[in-house]
């Protein structure tokens, strides 16, 4: 078991026999995260460090977990400081870096240091690649279903495509569950939800965030970083799919995809999803200057169901959203 805090190339951890752990699901995923962001309080974070990177830390220590891969470029610098207390605490810290300038060699020298560090192969990798594709392929698919068919909810869309950061720890098991699931959905009643969203940013710390949403007559269609991790690019070499997964470089590429799906998905507004104390949050500014539809910026700090404001918030946006549609017609 290998826990990784952030999309790493999965291919290199697979082809080592590993069984890759995305900590953050097993974080938010647990009976009480609150209690895992006070435990690293208690621990010594501050109150100003970000709340997924506190529960991490606890989710390590509690679950035993001895290997990390800490994304020390592409991802934000509390991992960097993160991943020095871990390996204090006696894990093994493996850095590994996506290069700001997305050169391909700088990228494929880091995955060919962290196949070294796993001791596999480049076939091995090769094969792997190929054996992920098809299950990507079919999230892809399942994505299509979700803003063209209509016949998935923003939640369910959510769920397959955030667990596609680990596929679970194991692909196979996965591929099983979201072909049972694929198969469901094709006979449902499409759904005719007046309001089109799409989500962007880090996925939410809040629960009952989508069912929320659902329940105003609007539905999440396009889930940014979550369906990056999908990597939806078709046929590619592996350090290509790196390369053009736009989360761990600059906004330009993640820009140009948002705007793709605001006219391919037809968005009536976004939800930017801000983390408390997190650096991303600036990346705000540069949206609201380019994108040209409605956006409601929200703020999680510590996990939790919706709470009042954010929820009042959503319901006006939904409102305005509705009104102006009207207009517009
Ligand atoms: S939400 Fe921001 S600060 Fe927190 S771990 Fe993710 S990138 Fe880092």
Redesign the pocket.
């Known amino acids: 078991m290998i826990g990784i805090k952030a999309t790493v190339p999965l291919e290199i951890i697979l082809a080592a026999g590993l069984r890759p752990v995305d900590l953050n699901h097993l974080f938010i995923t647990s009976n009480s995260p609150g209690k895992l962001v006070t435990q690293a309080e208690t621990a010594g974070f501050s109150h100003n460090i ?1 709340a ?2 506190k529960g991490i830390y606890s989710t390590v220590i509690n679950h035993g977990i001895r290997e990390v891969i800490a994304v020390t470029g592409g ?2 610098s ?2 960097i400081a993160l991943g020095e207390v871990l390996e204090r605490r006696g894990v093994r810290v493996i850095p590994f870096e996506y290069p700001l300038d997305r050169s391909r060699e700088t990228l494929q020298a880091q995955m060919e240091s962290l196949r070294k560090e796993l001791s596999t192969t480049w076939h091995e990798i090769e094969g792997m690649g190929s054996r992920l594709e098809s299950i990507r392929a079919k999230l892809k698919r399942l994505d299509q279903l979700t803003y063209a068919k209509n016949v998935v909810t923003g939640l369910e869309n959510h769920q397959f495509l955030v667990s596609s950061s680990d596929f679970n720890g194991n692909p196979d098991l996965f591929e099983k569950d979201l072909e049972q699931f694929l198969a469901k959905v094709q006979d449902r009643t499409p759904r005719t939800d007046e309001i089109r969203l799409g989500y962007l940013g ?1 996925p939410p710390i809040f629960t009952q965030f989508y069912e929320f949403i659902e329940s105003l007559d609007a539905r999440v269609v396009f889930n940014e970083v979550q369906r990056q991790f999908s990597m939806p690019f078709g046929q590619v070499d592996i350090v290509e799919q790196y390369l053009q997964y736009t989360y761990p470089y600059d906004i330009g590429t993640r820009l140009r995809d948002i705007k793709e799906a605001i006219n391919g998905r037809q968005l009536d507004g976004l939800i930017h999803y801000t ?1 408390t ?4 949050q600036i990346y705000d500014i540069v949206l609201r200057e380019v994108i040209p539809i409605p956006i409601l910026t929200l703020e999680g700090d510590r996990p939790g169901p919706v709470d009042g404001r954010t929820a009042l918030r959503i319901e006006t946006f939904v409102e305005m959203l509705r009104a102006r549609k009207g207009e517009l017609v």
């Open positions: 970000c997924w990177i991802d934000c509390n991992t880090v983390q104390f997190c650096y991303r």
